[in-house]
């Protein structure tokens, strides 16, 4: 089995001093990859390297993950300290954030995060598998009083050392400023999606500016995700022409271009797969052979600011389509 030394796969640092590793595994089997398959990949991943596992309650998988990373943990393979483990406070927990905590830290055997997300900025939830034109009556539009309640349990998890670091995910500039503006603590990165095709430039730069690290999911343009989350606009990064010709100077697939394109321009990207060559690749690939600032560049120059992850389950009653969700203007729909 090839191995990849952690200590030689780069770090994203948080405002705070914590060092997150600069590539991690997704644990998100988008409705056609089991819990046990998933279980495996964190169990081998780790093994050959892995020391970032991206997990959310809303996954499904958390109590396999746990077994996972008992085995790992009573193999000696690695001890808790030595592993980076995200989760993420689902939706329709927004009213229980502490309650949700507690069970995801059951479900994974472990008794601290060290990164604890609120998934979304809604409350908004759907059933498994709901079409995407679906709406759930009882969906709103954003209202910060209520995320400032969600808020103030994740700063009270975070000073009581039950999260490591906080943060949030699926934000937009206009909710991040809100949040800014009436928070205690910062969170200290936003989870967003980020690929060759969908930079978010101007976000990431503003969360930069403002010491916040990003985490960029789908980094590879979620190829595999469901149908019914794709519609006739969406384009695919990996087969990007530039995407293919830089990897074939390479030597490697387009996806591996995404990772590393990602980690140099400075996001922690979280590719997902269970295959084992695959996810090595994505880890190994951080360590060798970097982009030129040429590559860089050109990649730079093929975004489509084009959104895969809509959230149209996610909309309430009056809204308008899936860019209400994404204060495009600057304001917050429906606010
Ligand atoms: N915070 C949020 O709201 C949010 C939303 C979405 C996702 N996420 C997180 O982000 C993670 C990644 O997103 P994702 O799973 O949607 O998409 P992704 O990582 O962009 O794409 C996964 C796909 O890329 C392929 N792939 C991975 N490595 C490859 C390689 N080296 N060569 C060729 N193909 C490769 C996989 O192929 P195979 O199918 O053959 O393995 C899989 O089909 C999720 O698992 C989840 O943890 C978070």
Redesign the pocket.
């Known amino acids: 089995m090839e191995t990849v030394d952690p200590n030689k796969v780069p770090k994203v640092r948080f405002y705070n001093g914590a060092e997150i590793p600069a590539v991690g595994l997704?644990?998100?089997g988008?409705d056609h990859v089991s819990a046990d398959q998933i279980a495996e990949a964190v169990y081998q991943a780790v093994k050959i390297g892995y020391r970032l596992i991206?997990c959310a309650a809303v996954y499904g998988n958390e109590k396999e993950i746990g077994s996972a990373l008992k085995r790992l943990f009573d193999e000696g393979v690695v001890k808790r300290e030595d592993l980076w483990i995200t989760s993420?406070v689902w939706n329709s927990m927004h009213h229980d954030v502490r309650g949700s905590f507690e069970k995801t830290c059951r479900d994974l055997g472990v008794d601290y995060l060290d990164l604890f997300l609120v998934?979304w900025p809604f409350p908004n939830s759907h059933a498994p598998s709901v079409s995407v034109d679906s709406r759930d009556p009882d969906a709103v539009p954003y209202r910060h009083r209520d995320f400032k309640r969600v808020w103030a349990v994740m700063e009270d998890l975070y000073e009581n050392g039950l999260c490591k670091n906080i943060g949030t995910?699926?934000q937009t500039i206009a909710k991040m400023k809100l949040l800014l503006s009436t928070c205690k603590v910062k969170p200290m990165v936003n989870?967003m999606e980020m690929?060759p095709h969908f930079q978010q430039t101007d976000f990431f730069n503003f969360l930069k500016k403002n010491g916040i690290a990003a985490i960029g999911?789908?980094?590879?343009?979620?190829?595999?995700?469901p149908e019914r989350d794709k519609t006739a606009t969406d384009t695919v990064p990996i087969q990007d022409p530039v995407m293919i010709k830089i990897a074939k100077a390479h030597n490697v697939?387009p996806?591996?271009i995404c990772v590393k394109w990602a980690v140099q321009r400075g996001q922690v990207p979280?590719?997902?797969?269970?295959?084992p060559p695959?996810f090595t690749?994505?880890l190994k690939c951080t360590t060798e052979d970097p982009l030129t600032d040429e590559e860089m560049n050109e990649i730079k120059s093929i975004d489509k600011n084009n959104r895969f992850?809509k959230g149209q389950v996610f909309l309430w009653s009056t809204a308008k389509d899936w860019h209400d969700l994404w204060d495009e203007d600057g304001t917050i729909a429906g606010w």
């Open positions: 997704g644990t998100f988008s991206d993420k998934h995910s699926n989870e690929h999911f789908c980094p590879i343009g979620s190829p595999a995700r697939h996806a591996v979280i590719p997902f797969s269970v295959k695959k690749m994505n992850i």
